[in-house]
């Protein structure tokens, strides 16, 4: 479990690092004095309600094409791939930029040596204006809301199949909207896991991929080719596996319990998949940057001040 620990380890940076503090406050460029570029500020409890309502009007009207356009919406709102990419390539850059001005080897002489260096720096952008906080808040809410509108409607379905006078139809139509249920269930499960995963394997191609360039456009864009390059692959290895040569397994009419097992199986390989991917990121980082077991300590340990929020 690899990447819930260093999960839990983004989302308790170390607050009393000197140089987390310098890189979590936002200092604008002299010479580029306008703010950077935050597409999820976009992203609030305004608009969020706003979407909710827009596709249960698009539900009551029976609009499918707008239901659809809002879904999709959804879709890429959630999409871990978007924001993690540019996190990832901002973290990188701001580490190549403290090698370019010369301060990096005088940072990695602090106790916490290489990888706490790059771990302040890292957490300090994620934490900047509290942006780790905000996506992650909106991620579990809008799957939150989807989750209790599956078990109302679950509910729904149960007690009509329930009745004794249900028709041949009506329990036909109870088996296709179940089934419709658990692939929206697996779907938010599989958003989810791309959500942390997003966000863990970023932040560690963003630490190797700088560990490497010489200058920050090539650690910025290295980091955008391998970034997109893993994400891309652990979404196809888990097309091919779990929605191809497993479902072709089954039989066409296969049972709900069958379907259910698909599903779960579905959920299971994506987490592998991503699991071993980080799993040997966190193996070649360690290595790369000479990682000892006290310096991997002082970055695990918890903070100071816990429920201490990064503003």
């Known amino acids: 479990m690899i990447t819930w620990r260093i999960w839990n380890m983004l989302r308790n940076p170390p607050f009393g690092h000197s140089l987390f503090r310098r890189t979590v406050i936002n200092r604008p460029n002299i010479s ?19 979407l909710l309502g827009v596709m249960f009007v698009c539900t009551a009207m029976v609009s499918p094409i707008f239901l659809i356009v809002a879904g999709i919406g959804i879709l890429l709102i959630l999409n871990g791939t978007i924001y993690s990419l540019i996190w990832s390539v901002r973290t990188s850059g701001l580490i190549a930029q403290a090698r370019e001005h010369q301060t990096y080897d005088l940072y990695c002489m602090s106790p916490e040596g290489a990888l706490g260096v790059n771990w302040a720096i890292c957490t300090g952008f994620l934490h900047r204006n509290n942006r780790l906080e905000q996506i992650h808040s909106v991620v579990r809410s809008l799957l939150a809301v989807a989750l209790v509108m599956i078990f109302l409607i679950a509910l729904v379905l149960v007690s009509n199949a329930g009745q004794p006078r249900a028709t041949e139809f009506a329990r036909a139509e109870v088996q296709r909207y179940s089934l419709m249920l658990v692939h929206v269930t697996t779907l938010i499960c599989l958003i989810f896991i791309d959500h942390i995963h997003s966000i863990v394997l970023s932040s560690l191609v963003g630490i190797l991929v700088a560990s490497y360039a010489r200058g920050k456009l090539e650690a910025q864009l290295g980091t955008s080719g391998a970034y997109l390059m893993l994400q891309l692959s652990a979404y196809l290895v888990t097309w091919i596996i ?33 699991e071993t991917m980080i799993s040997f990121l966190w193996n070649m980082l360690s290595k ?5 077991p006290t310096e991997e300590a002082l970055i695990t340990r918890p903070p100071f001040l816990p429920g201490l929020k990064a503003r």
């Not at 580029?32 to 969020?48: D, G, L, Q, S, V």
């Not at 779990?242 to 089954?250: M, Q, T």
């Open 242 to 274: 779990g929605f191809v040569l497993i479902p072709s397994l089954y039989d066409e009419n296969a049972s709900g319990l069958a379907q259910i097992s698909i599903a779960v199986m579905q959920v299971i390989i994506f987490y592998i998949v991503r």
């Open 32 to 50: 580029n004095p306008h703010r950077e570029f935050e597409p999820y500020k976009i992203i609030n409890i305004r608009f969020i309600f706003e």
């Open 288 to 292: 790369r940057l000479n990682v000892t």
